[in-house]
């Protein structure tokens, strides 16, 4: 289940929902809201659509659902919040990304060993300033202060992506490249990483986080061979039924 683009940015879950289609998940559910409903039926009706309203459907999909990703095009409204809580609650595996993460901090003491935050530098600022933490420290003490405080997995994106999680060791993604730095690319590594952790129920850990994000930075490097600076984020998803994992 993936949760996003409410009447914004309709293109950020459809771009996640498509990259775990490509990579084998099978059973897609999209809860949206508003204006963006229709624009995706018409352009990707084989991911099954709910309206974030349609509150027995949505718990329904929650119950059912064996990964939840929540974040991308969502908003900051109340629904979202409310989304965003009962994502967690859930106990599920949650990856949790973009906007979802600048409503996280109320929530932060819900989080569980199985949910994902995927923040870039400036959503580790929105995780950072509540603590009082206004000036950014190293990427390395960045991605500590937020495992201690969140208790999660943490992908802090960029140039040598760091995953990490309280008291475990860091991962560092040596694959990737600047091609990347374009909208919508986060949007396909939360896919990619919810395909994994839906895929490997019993193998969730740090470990299986990094190969996921490695397989992302792994296909860009790939395609911006004869791309260039011209990478799209489609140009992964289109790749990626060669790696199903």
């Known amino acids: 289940?993936?949760?996003?683009?409410?009447?914004?940015?309709?293109?950020?879950?459809?771009?996640?929902?498509?990259?775990?289609?490509?990579?084998?998940?099978?059973?897609?559910?999209?809860?949206?809201?508003?204006?963006?409903?229709?624009?995706?039926?018409?352009?990707?009706?084989?991911?099954?659509?709910?309206?974030?309203?349609?509150?027995?459907?949505?718990?329904?999909?929650?119950?059912?659902?064996?990964?939840?990703?929540?974040?991308?095009?969502?908003?900051?409204?109340?629904?979202?919040?409310?989304?965003?809580?009962?994502?967690?609650?859930?106990?599920?595996?949650c990856i949790i990304d973009a906007d979802a993460l600048h409503l996280l901090y109320p929530l932060r003491d819900k989080l569980h060993q199985r949910c994902v935050l995927t923040p870039h530098l400036g959503e580790a600022k929105a995780l950072l300033s509540p603590l009082g933490i206004d000036s950014m420290p190293c990427r390395e003490d960045i991605l500590e202060i937020i495992s201690q405080t969140y208790q999660a997995v943490i992908v802090l994106k960029g140039a040598m992506t760091l995953i990490g999680q309280n008291h475990e060791n860091t991962w560092v993604c040596c694959q990737g490249n600047p091609n990347m730095a374009i909208a919508g690319m986060g949007d396909v590594l939360t896919g990619i990483i919810a395909a994994y952790c839906a895929q490997h129920p019993s193998h969730f850990s740090c470990e299986l986080i990094a190969e996921a994000v490695t397989l992302h930075g792994k296909i860009a490097d790939d395609c911006s061979l004869t791309t260039g600076i011209g990478l799209k984020p489609e140009d992964i998803i289109d790749h990626l039924h060669h790696h199903v994992p």
């Open 1 to 93: 289940v993936l949760i996003g683009s409410f009447d914004a940015y309709p293109g950020a879950i459809c771009l996640a929902a498509q990259a775990a289609i490509q990579l084998g998940i099978g059973y897609t559910t999209v809860i949206s809201h508003g204006s963006t409903i229709p624009c995706m039926l018409r352009a990707f009706p084989s991911i099954i659509l709910i309206d974030a309203q349609d509150h027995s459907s949505v718990s329904d999909a929650l119950e059912q659902a064996e990964t939840i990703a929540i974040g991308p095009g969502l908003g900051r409204s109340d629904l979202a919040i409310d989304l965003l809580e009962k994502s967690i609650i859930s106990l599920k595996p």
